[in-house]
């Protein structure tokens, strides 16, 4: 193995120096060894090194796999304890470390800075029931728009959701790509994940990994993404995701219920979350389009609710959350035309606050808010008031991605018609202008805007504790393709 260090200078590519790397050779093994490994043959004394070589790989990987699980939950517990310093956070996907370190002045100890699941989820979920907020869970199709979403996370001091659809993970994994099987779907989610754990430490601020509405047709691609996150648990001690969505709502009740428990009781093996869905949220989205939903099925009632409660509460280490039906409707129109009912939350609470003989005024359900653009502030925060921890944003960050990039188009419109001549001189360049970076980031700040209003919105605003982010550094010029002075 070698090491290649170049530079490049006026353009072109200097000379390269090549840098060998030393290798150690294999630590002898002992007769003891040889006689544990009866599989392992003789050899001649011409490949007795060699021989050692593949014994003592041998024997380095099985004392790898005697590391157990309960050894590595200790190991990364103790590290969440300890304090995180600036070095300590860079690049933590390509660290030793075995878990993020860190904490926040207002959150539970074990909510840390970047991707939580397990009880780390657990602790910040009910944190936000507790104190009245509700956390934005917003539908992500790149790298830009994940960005854009925890950057505005952190300018809020507040954690965030980022999810993926299908068809979002599709497109995140290339429209090019064959789908047969989901496999793109499943790529592009797994992708997208790994970018946000690369990238959510470093802004410091908790990250809720999610996948969105998974209908029954569907099932293949969130196998796939278990089957991810049972691989990431089984080297990290913990899911590649922190929670999964399954929307069977179309589905009778009862084969919505039973299918949830089987997939909650493989997701609790690996501490990972699942959210439901039952009644049927209105409108279009992503492909699901329910716009001629029968009314009635736009509002669930407390007894189907318990139901869902019951049989999922019985499932050991399982975590879950409940898209309830309140008059939801998924889409933009005009306000007052979406007609809310969040008591149906707060009946639900009582109900099965009731049922399970938890004191008065417990909200024991954990509700997630579906189709909220264009809802009434007052209908909002009524539904957080009961519970909600969780609410949808797709609509109004599609728009604000897409306006961003309007604006930039429109302010720098003369700018952006050749290559070559701009109202600067017939000879000037407009590299910097359609330098694809310049309109993204453009889309990115507006992005970070339209998602200030909903944390204010949600109340999810300086719950960490942490106060404003500093002025980013080393951030690169003009030069090397930023925005236009």
């Known amino acids: 193995c070698s090491i290649v260090v170049g530079h490049r200078h006026s353009g072109a590519m200097e000379a390269f120096t090549v840098a060998p790397l030393s290798v150690q050779p294999a630590t002898p093994v002992t007769p003891a060894v040889l006689q544990a490994s009866p599989n392992i043959a003789p050899q001649a004394s011409g490949n007795h090194g060699f021989t050692q070589t593949l014994v003592g ?11 157990t699980r309960a050894q590595r939950q200790k190991r990364r517990a103790t590290r969440l304890a300890q304090p995180a310093g600036l070095d300590e956070k860079r690049f933590p996907v390509l660290s030793r470390r075995d878990a993020p370190v860190g904490s926040f002045p207002k959150m539970p100890d074990s909510v840390h800075p970047g991707v939580v699941s397990g009880q780390a989820l657990v602790d910040l979920l009910n944190h936000a029931k507790e104190n009245g907020y509700a956390i934005p869970a917003v539908n992500c199709v790149s790298s830009s728009s994940i ?26 994994a290339g429209k090019g790509l064959d789908n047969s099987e ?12 790994y970018h946000a754990r690369a990238v959510a430490e470093q802004y410091g601020v908790p990250v809720i990994l999610h996948t969105d509405h998974c209908a029954k047709k569907l099932l293949p691609w969130f196998d796939g993404l278990l089957e991810a996150d049972e691989r990431y648990f089984e080297r990290h001690g913990e899911p590649l995701f922190s929670s999964h969505m399954l929307d069977l709502s179309e589905e009778p009740l009862e084969e919505n219920i039973e299918i949830c428990v089987k997939y909650l009781e493989r997701m609790a093996k690996v501490n990972c979350g699942l959210e439901m869905e039952l009644g049927i949220t209105g409108g279009e989205e992503d492909g699901v389009n329910n716009e001629d939903a029968n009314p009635e099925d736009l509002y669930s009632k407390p007894e189907e609710i318990f139901q869902v409660y019951d049989a999922l509460s019985k499932v050991p280490n399982g975590f879950f959350t409940i898209a309830a039906a309140f008059g939801n409707v998924h889409g933009v129109y005009q306000p007052g035309n979406v007609k809310l009912e969040p008591t149906i939350l707060d009946k639900a609470q009582k109900y099965i606050s009731e049922k399970i003989g938890a004191e008065e005024g417990s909200k024991p359900v954990s509700f997630v808010f579906h189709g ?37 188009e429109t302010k720098y419109h ?15 360049p ?33 719950v960490l504790g942490l106060g404003p982010p500093d002025k980013p550094k080393n951030v690169m010029g003009p030069r090397r393709g930023g925005l236009p002075s």
């Open 57 to 67: 790989a041998a024997a380095a990987a099985a004392a790898a796999r005697g590391v």
């Open 147 to 172: 960005n854009a979403c925890i950057e505005a996370a952190r300018k809020m001091d507040a954690p965030i959701m980022i999810q993926f659809s299908a068809g979002g993970a599709q497109f995140y």
């Open 182 to 193: 989901f496999h793109a779907a499943i790529a592009g989610a797994v992708s997208g994940a």
């Open 372 to 408: 909220g653009s264009g809802s009434d502030i007052k209908d909002i925060r009524e539904a957080v008031d009961y519970g909600v921890i969780k609410m949808n944003i797709d609509t109004d960050t599609q728009w604000s991605y897409w306006n961003g990039i309007r604006d930039f």
């Open 414 to 428: 003369d700018y952006l018609q050749t290559q070559i001549g701009n109202p600067d001189g017939k000879d000037k």
């Open 430 to 462: 407009n590299k910097k202008y359609y330098d694809p970076r310049a309109c993204i980031r453009s889309a990115e700040d507006s992005t970070v805007k339209r998602m200030e209003q909903c944390f204010e919105d949600l109340r999810c605003v300086s």
